[in-house]
């Protein structure tokens, strides 16, 4: 099984496991789902885009607490029609919303997940082109009056490569902004 179809079915487990709590409650469901679209830059480096999910609930630090899951990928960014590498980042992240009642909210996250890079040719075969992913990002979310939210940070990866300890193409620094439209909310 692909490693996105994993963080997939954990995240959407998580979800029906806080589901199961609540059930036979008053409020069947406690929480929010946001799901959209992810827009990444590797600083110095390559545009990946892909998708993100994100789960709050008042039950849970009062909704301060933020859970997340994340594909980005440069085959739907700097890859696509060009000779750049194709590489997948699966994330699971948590995160703590200050402000969380108003509609700026800066935030801070920690995010784990897996790396793989894809360089095509056999002659690589003797490069890293994977690797466990353990970052940091701060920034600033925006939650509009309609159903959508914009976020945006700056995010540091702690296991960078070097090309010879690690994937060449896994750069440190990197920028980020989702768009998420709330999916289902019940308070």
């Known amino acids: 099984m692909k490693k996105k179809h994993v963080l997939s079915i954990l995240f959407i487990t998580c979800i029906l496991y806080l589901h199961a709590q609540t059930s036979g409650t008053k409020d069947n469901w406690l929480g929010e789902i946001k799901g959209g679209v992810r827009i990444q830059k ?9 998708f993100a999910f994100d789960f709050s609930s008042p039950r ?10 994340s594909y980005v990928t440069t085959r739907l960014g700097s890859a696509m029609g060009s000779n750049a590498i194709k590489q997948d980042n ?3 992240s948590g995160g ?3 402000r969380h009642q108003k509609q700026f909210q800066p935030f801070a996250r920690l995010n784990l997940g897996y790396f793989h890079a894809d360089y095509e040719d056999e002659i690589f075969d003797v490069l890293p082109n994977k690797a466990f992913l353990y970052s ?6 925006y939650k509009l009056t309609i159903p959508l ?3 945006v940070s700056t995010g540091y990866n702690f296991n960078s490569g070097t090309g010879t300890s690690g994937p060449g193409t896994l750069y440190p620094v990197y920028y980020q902004m989702s768009i998420f439209y ?3 909310k019940k308070k």
């Open 136 to 141: 940091i990002d701060a920034g600033l979310e």
């Open 96 to 98: 703590y919303h200050f």
């Open 90 to 92: 699966y994330l699971l």
């Open 149 to 151: 939210t914009v976020s």
């Open 42 to 50: 590797a600083q110095k480096l390559y545009w990946e885009n892909g």
């Open 60 to 69: 849970i630090a009062g909704s301060r607490i933020h859970f997340g899951v």
């Open 182 to 184: 709330t999916l289902l």
